[in-house]
């Protein structure tokens, strides 16, 4: 079988696919259009987000038994035309649910303890502490959307704390000792604290807005290393502004591309993310919540192993 790979990754994905006997080619630079004009020679596709995959460049992988994703997510990918076209699709969502847990908590502790704040203020040699006094996660009620690898890995993480872990998703009974599964309405109604851990669908595009921000009961902190298409960010700063919500931990945002590697398809800087990059009380990094030294490895090492159980 022959695979094409359209994004670089560990070298340790090449390398075993050789050895399980995979011919294997790497063009990292052609367009789409070049990509499309000779899928139809393989039998296989590795790829992370660098373009869609349409119909019709599914409609021109004429011999194309797999398509595997880098990472968690199949957004970019038309799943239902493909899976009818009888492609099998691969995700590693186990490869990086590790990584994404420790960069929630890792941001939560963060935004509690002002420690984004406190740093620039002391690199500018003021020493403010009554202005730092931060807050202890202990006794709060942290509420998940999604219980996938992703939340799941996150409420693992938050077992070494005193709180309560709600759980929302549509599935049932993913519940476990980690998060007790709760509707939507009892998830408002208690939460503390948001984290979202949804794939990016037609049921979560644009699901966190105004109506949804003011449900909530209480004051709440949110929490994003989901994807940035779910919350509308004009409604975010509109919490934030009224205090509806206390503060954010934002690893995606709305205004990136589909391959997520940058953020802005024009030079022109939205209001709303102008409001961010100068809140205190909003902490953001670059899409890398799953973007670790052990992730890069594991996501590489889960893709083989799925193609090797499936193919080989």
């Keep these: 079988m022959k695979i094409l790979h359209l994004d670089s990754n560990h070298p340790l994905l090449l390398s075993q696919l050789n050895d399980l006997g995979f011919t294997n080619h790497e063009d990292y630079i052609a367009s789409k259009s070049e990509i ?25 992988a004429t011999n194309l038994k797999f398509i595997g994703r880098v990472g968690a997510g199949l957004e970019n990918i ?29 941001m939560l502790l963060s935004l509690f303890n002002k420690l984004n704040k406190a740093d620039k203020e002391v690199r500018q040699g003021k020493w403010l ?12 009620t942290v509420g998940l959307i999604g219980y996938g690898n992703m939340g799941k890995a996150f409420a693992k993480k938050l ?12 599935k049932t009974d993913v519940g476990d000792a980690n998060a007790k599964q709760v509707i939507l309405e009892e998830l408002k109604a208690k939460s503390d604290v948001l984290s979202l851990h949804i794939p990016q669908t037609d049921l979560t595009l644009n699901m966190i807005n105004s109506d ?24 975010l700063v509109k919490g934030l ?10 690893d995606v945002l709305e205004y990136e591309k589909s391959s997520f590697e940058n953020l802005f398809t024009s030079n022109e800087m939205p209001e709303a993310f102008q409001y961010l990059i100068a ?13 670790t030294v052990e992730s890069n490895i594991k996501l590489s090492q889960t893709i ?5 159980a499936k193919f080989c």
């Design 78 to 106: 038309d799943c239902d035309y493909a899976e009818k076209k009888g492609i099998h699709l691969i995700s590693a969502p186990e490869g990086n649910r590790n990584a994404v847990g420790e960069h929630a908590l890792g």
């Design 129 to 140: 502490r009554e202005d730092n006094r931060g807050l202890e996660l202990d006794g709060k």
């Design 36 to 60: 499309e004009a000779k899928i139809s020679e393989y039998d296989g596709m590795v790829i992370r987000s660098r373009f869609s995959i349409d119909k019709s460049f599914l409609d021109a």
């Design 159 to 170: 077992k070494g704390f005193d709180v309560e872990v709600l759980c929302y998703d549509i």
């Design 304 to 308: 083989v192993d799925k193609i090797k």
């Design 241 to 250: 502004k009224s205090g509806k919500i206390l503060g954010a931990g934002l």
């Design 212 to 235: 949804f921000i003011n449900g909530f009961k209480n004051p709440f902190w949110l929490i994003n290393t989901a994807r940035g298409k779910s919350v509308i960010t004009e409604d």
């Design 279 to 291: 809140a205190e009380n909003v902490l953001l990094s670059p899409h890398v919540a799953g973007w």
